[in-house]
């Protein structure tokens, strides 16, 4: 599965970005979705992820109630609407993918940078 995210900017604190990450290769649908970041100086953390059938989605404490993961299998695309940024989202933002029932990530993007103002 390749994938590409794109949607990334500069926005201001209390503004809104949406990622899409865009897939192709193989099937989509059999793919469980993910979100993670990584900011300056800093490791990867996860961020959201979403099952294969779109029916579950997990997030992390940090975005809870402010970011929604979501995905359109039609068109082979994984959503992240980022709402009330904070200056400490600020990160480069990537998607990857698992095989559902597998527990590893195997396929990454490329970054796409979210730069959130204070």
């Known amino acids: 599965v390749q994938l590409q995210a794109s949607g990334g900017g500069l926005v201001q604190a209390g503004g809104s970005l949406r990622l899409s990450c865009a897939a192709s290769g193989r099937t989509f649908s059999v793919y469980d979705l993910g979100w993670f970041r990584q900011a300056p100086g800093k490791e990867r953390e996860f961020v959201a992820t979403?099952?294969?059938?779109?029916?579950?989605?997990y997030y992390a404490d940090s975005v809870k109630g402010r970011f929604t993961i979501s995905r359109d299998n039609a068109k082979n695309t994984v959503y992240l609407q980022m709402n009330s940024l904070k200056p400490e989202d600020t990160a480069n933002y990537y998607c990857?993918?698992?095989?559902?029932?597998?527990?590893?990530?195997?396929?990454w993007g490329q970054g796409t940078l979210v730069t959130v103002s204070s």
């Open positions: 990857a993918s698992r095989l559902k029932g597998t527990s590893s990530y195997k396929y």
């Open positions: 979403i099952s294969w059938s779109g029916s579950s989605t």
